[in-house]
């Protein structure tokens, strides 16, 4: 999906996911600690943009917002204690592409719906990165499937975990190319990284909040971004369209998500303090550095964006037969 699209799709009415009709109250005030769970490990780019997130929101709000780390089951276990914590606005989690999407074509048993989902906003969006070890004597995303191709079976590719739009993005290249590569699954990227860094699994693909520091510092070579427009934060990198594999494209996103009986005031604060901080230019700034584009959208446009996404990565994820359970 290009850029324009992508904003277009955000910036769109479809119908909204749980966002029930309130009366007019007051304006809403957090007054305690907000408690923002992040059902990823520690150092991944999930964590990067919540704890960035947290930063930027807290002072709108007028309360610290307290990250607690909760990863397992693809995030289904930190997302659902989240979804179903008191919902009086003091409770949020960061959704992304695979919680928030992909997760319910992949799971047979999944512990929430897409009812009970209020969406908040969405902080921003971010192309995957495919890279490889050193050792490995492909400077292209044509010499890496050539070199497949020669040897089948001998080579991994490695992502944060099954079902993550890392792992489909490898699918995508592997089934789209017909390569015999073998997927490993990581507990979180910073495994996946030292993985790959010290040459144990051949090509790594993820994020680039995380990816950037291993690219920059020369552990790892980055062959393409899955996105048709370069990213600001690795220009000399191509895109999967310029290296010749235009249908290799996966766009991560992030963004804010409460239990769907939070009241709609305490949604809409919430949003509004997201939306501000998007519109910093110094947030928007860090988050260029990591290769992000910034959205910060309101209630109504992120919802209609997470049902989108779910209708087109349950398509992606039935046509690889990725299957978490």
């Known amino acids: 999906m290009t850029t324009l699209t992508r904003r277009a799709a955000l910036g769109s009415a479809f119908a909204t996911l749980a966002l029930p ?127 497949v191709k020669r040897e089948p079976g001998k080579f991994n590719f490695g992502s944060s975990g099954i079902g993550t739009s890392l792992h489909l993005t490898g699918e995508m290249l592997k089934n789209g190319q017909g390569l015999d590569m073998t997927h490993v699954p990581f507990r979180g990227a910073a495994q996946m990284l030292m993985e790959g860094a010290a040459g144990r699994v051949e090509i790594i693909v993820d994020n680039l909040p995380s990816a950037i520091p291993q690219i920059r510092d020369g552990r790892l070579r980055a062959l393409a971004v899955t996105d048709q427009r370069r990213a600001a934060s690795l220009p000399e990198v191509p895109t999967t369209v310029e290296a010749g594999f235009p249908d290799v494209q996966a766009v991560a996103w992030f963004g804010l998500i409460a239990g769907s009986r939070t009241p709609r005031p305490a949604i809409e604060a919430i949003s509004a303090a997201m939306q501000a901080a998007v519109q910093d230019p110094s947030f928007r700034a860090k988050l260029a550095d990591q290769g992000a584009e910034p959205v910060g959208n309101g209630p109504d446009d992120f919802a209609g964006f997470i049902r989108a996404e779910i209708a087109k990565w349950g398509d992606v994820a039935r046509r690889s037969n990725a299957r978490a359970d």
Request: with cysteine.
């Open 21 to 147: 009709a309130f009366a007019q109250a007051p304006a809403w005030r957090p007054t305690r600690p907000i408690r923002f769970v992040v059902a990823a490990a520690p150092g991944g780019a999930a964590d990067i943009v919540g704890r960035m997130a947290a930063e930027a929101i807290g002072p709108r709000l007028g309360q610290p917002v307290i990250i607690e780390n909760k990863p397992g089951a693809g995030g289904n276990i930190g997302t659902d204690q989240a979804l179903k914590s008191e919902p009086d606005g003091h409770t949020i989690a960061l959704v992304t592409v695979g919680t928030g999407a992909i997760n319910y074509a992949l799971y047979s048993q999944m512990p929430y719906r897409p009812e009970d989902v209020a969406a908040i906003s969405c902080i921003c969006t971010m192309p995957n990165v495919i890279m490889v070890a050193n050792r490995v004597p492909a400077h292209s995303l044509a010499e890496l499937v050539a070199l």
